[in-house]
Structure formats: structure tokens, C-alpha cells
């Protein structure tokens, strides 16, 4: 093997290492966020599941991956609206157009666990994921019938009175945000209390991102 050849070599495996571990930037996950989701409401939710996203990384001691987090929030719902029958399952491919690391497409993914896939929330942040979700769509749906219509006059108590009412919002299925408690190891009453606590503390730039 000559000098050059084995040079390429080395210089070929860390290019593919780098490409394994270097996450995307925000802006490249938002290019294809837009690519594949105009729906406001779809918008709005990645927003709001990237706010959570990033808050829970800041408040459990995580705050140097919080742009990782909150990337996850972005694009965990990519295939959704142009690809609802095929939702998880089509993520991977649209991912790799941004070259997504594997730890990337995997957390995204598993928030499609025992729903369209098998991928199992291992992760903190993908078990972070999958409790909030649901539940955003949840808390959002109480706050607009507030007279504000704001999440940051919203409590507690009103999620878990609606909760309980499976009517109300009754797509946000109650059984993903109960399993999603058990693995992380809160009590549901835990799991209301700081999703809600990051969707008002994410509110304003929510707002302003889904305004922008
Ligand atoms: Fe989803
Ligand atoms: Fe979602």
C-alpha cells in the first residue's frame, strides 16, 4: 500500500467517524423541518416539543447537549405530515438527507415505540420525548380555553381534571404520557408539573417562532 493510498485511507475513516458523531446545526434541521411540514399547527408543535426539549436538558444537567435536545424536538415528528401512514418509519430516510447521525434518527424514532415501531426509548432524553410529547398537545389544547388562552395562567390541577376527561383532546393518547411517566420514574402529577413549567418558560419564543 503506498503512502498516498494509506493517507486516503486514514484520512476516509475519520471523515466517516466524524460524520457518525458531528451532530447537524439548528438551521439545517429547521431547512428540513420546512421542507417537509407547512402546516402551522405541525410547526407550532416542533417549536414547542424543541422548547421542552431544551428546557429539560438545562434542568437535568444536560445543558451542553441542550442544541442536541432540542434538535431531537424539531425534527421528531419530520415524516408526520407528509408521510402519516409510514410515521417513524420513513423518518430515517429523511434524515439521512442531512447526513443525521445514528443517535440522532434513533431518538427520533422511538417516539414512535409500541405506536408504528419498536425502537424502545433507551436514553433519558428519549424517554424525555416520549412522556412530553402527547402531553404537550395535551396542555396546549387546556390552555386555549382559558380566557388568555395562554399556558402561562394554566395549572396544574386543570391538566389533571382534564386528563382524566378523555374527550377532551382525545387525541393525545393518555396511555403514551402514562408509560411515558413509568420510564422516566415520575408520578404523572411529576410529569404535568414540569412539562408545563417548560412550556411557559418556552412560551414567548414558541410564539414568536410560530409568528415568525
Ligand atoms: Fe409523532
Ligand atoms: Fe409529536
Not at 387525541?171 to 402514562?178: D, I, T, Y
Not at 413509568?182 to 412539562?195: M, S
Request: proline share 2%; with cysteine.
Amino acid at each position: 500500500m503506498t503512502d498516498g493510498f494509506s493517507s486516503f485511507l486514514s484520512r476516509a475513516n475519520w471523515l466517516k467517524h466524524e460524520r457518525c458523531i458531528m451532530e447537524i446545526d439548528r438551521d439545517t434541521a429547521v431547512s428540513l423541518l420546512k421542507i417537509y411540514n407547512q402546516n402551522p399547527f405541525h410547526l407550532r408543535h416542533a417549536w414547542t416539543v424543541e422548547g421542552v426539549m431544551r428546557y429539560f436538558a438545562k434542568e437535568n444537567g444536560y445543558a451542553e447537549e441542550e442544541e442536541f435536545w432540542g434538535i431531537v424536538g424539531l425534527l421528531h415528528d419530520i415524516d408526520f405530515e407528509k408521510f402519516p401512514e409510514e410515521h417513524c418509519k420513513k423518518a430515517p430516510e429523511l434524515l439521512a438527507e442531512v447526513a443525521a447521525s445514528e443517535r440522532l434518527v434513533h431518538a427520533v424514532c422511538s417516539h414512535g415505540w409500541n405506536l408504528t415501531v419498536d425502537v424502545k426509548p433507551e436514553h433519558f432524553m428519549e424517554k424525555v420525548l416520549y412522556a412530553t410529547d402527547e402531553l404537550t398537545g395535551l396542555i396546549w389544547a387546556c390552555s386555549l380555553v382559558l380566557p388568555s388562552k395562554s399556558v402561562k395562567d394554566l395549572q396544574v390541577k386543570s391538566i389533571r381534571k382534564k386528563f382524566r376527561n378523555e374527550q377532551f383532546a382525545a387525541g393525545c393518547s393518555r396511555k403514551v404520557m402514562e408509560e411515558g411517566a413509568a420510564l422516566l420514574g415520575w408520578t404523572l402529577d411529576e410529569l404535568f408539573e414540569k412539562t408545563l413549567a417548560a412550556m411557559q418558560a418556552t412560551a414567548d419564543s414558541v410564539e414568536a417562532l410560530s409568528n415568525g
